[in-house]
């Protein structure tokens, strides 16, 4: 019908990244940090989601204090 298995796919991985790069930006780690996880993120978007899943930062600065 048009939308191919694959395009639909790549939606989701694209909506998970832009998930992730949000939660990233509002986590309490260093500038670095969240630049390096970006750039992860951007460059290896299926591995990097799924490395950021099991080892990323969590949580906002403010639920840390």
């Given at each position: 019908m048009g939308i191919e298995?694959?395009?639909?796919?790549g939606i989701i991985i694209l909506a998970?990244?832009?998930?992730a790069i949000?939660?990233?930006?509002?986590?309490?780690?260093?500038?670095?940090?969240?630049?390096l996880?970006?750039?992860l993120v951007l460059?290896?978007?299926v591995v990097g989601l799924i490395i950021w899943f099991l080892?990323?930062?969590r949580g906002s600065a403010a639920a840390k204090v």
């Open positions: 298995v694959g395009g639909i796919l998970l990244d832009i998930w949000i939660n990233i930006f509002g986590s309490g780690a260093s500038t670095g940090s969240k630049v996880w970006i750039l460059l290896l978007p080892a990323g930062p």
